[in-house]
């Protein structure tokens, strides 16, 4: 099966809706605050070193999104003040 070529319009577009799925969830497990923006900058963070992934990677990575893991990634931030500057 070959992989589907997306255009950078289209990824972004996926990528975006995946993120708001995935807030939404959080949503109903009473994570009221969550945004689209803030589950991409968790998810985007583990790519800094070696880029942006296979699609497929992408898709999993967002999808299998753990709440605790989400959290983590807040608490740390706030830390390390990147999310307050």
């Not at 255009?7 to 807030?23: G, V, Y």
């Not at 942006?52 to 706030?78: C, E, G, Q, W």
Request: hydrophobic share 35%.
């Amino acid at each position: 099966m070959a992989e589907e070529e997306f255009n950078d319009e289209e990824l972004i577009k996926a990528i975006d809706e995946l993120c708001q799925s995935k807030a939404e969830e959080f949503r109903l497990f009473g994570y009221e605050q969550v945004t689209p923006a803030e589950i991409w900058e968790c998810i985007s963070s583990k790519y800094k070193k070696d880029g942006i992934p296979p699609v497929h990677r992408l898709v999993n990575d967002i999808l299998t999104l753990k709440a605790t893991t989400f959290m983590n990634y807040l608490t740390l931030s706030a830390y390390r003040g990147s999310r307050f500057e």
